[in-house]
């Protein structure tokens, strides 16, 4: 089993920054992509972006617009999230995700997955 953690949300106003975390711990060798996705009220579960853990690809979804920047830290076996420019639009229970794969129709069914965290853009 993998264990995935995530802390950093709050509120912030918009144009605002927020750094989210991920902990992934427990049998991790074949959960080697980390990937963010979100989820407002209502709406479906959306990617937000992927990291290799031994590999330099990257991936973002479209809305990021080179706001989101995603990075990782083997040694510490956790992954961020860096958020600028916030938007309210990005208000969401943002959610870690530790998967074999990085298709995200195969991630949304077969990760380990984060209790989330409340991310909170006020206009």
């Known amino acids: 089993q993998v264990q995935v953690v995530e802390s950093g949300g709050g509120l912030v106003q918009a144009g605002g920054s927020l750094r989210l975390s991920c902990v992934v711990s427990?049998?991790?060798?074949?959960?080697?992509?980390l990937g963010w996705f979100r989820q407002a009220p209502g709406k479906e579960r959306e990617f937000v972006a992927a990291i290799y853990w031994n590999w330099d690809n990257t991936y973002y979804a479209d809305f990021v617009k080179g706001r989101f920047t995603i990075s990782r830290d083997n040694a510490k076996s956790t992954a961020y999230l860096q958020m600028n420019s916030l938007k309210p639009e990005d208000t969401a229970v943002y959610y870690c995700?530790?998967?074999?794969?990085?298709?995200?129709?195969?991630?949304?069914?077969?990760?380990?997955w984060g209790q989330g965290t409340q991310v909170t853009v006020s206009s």
């Open positions: 427990g049998r991790t060798f074949n959960s080697r992509i």
């Open positions: 995700a530790a998967s074999a794969s990085v298709d995200v129709a195969t991630m949304l069914k077969s990760s380990y």
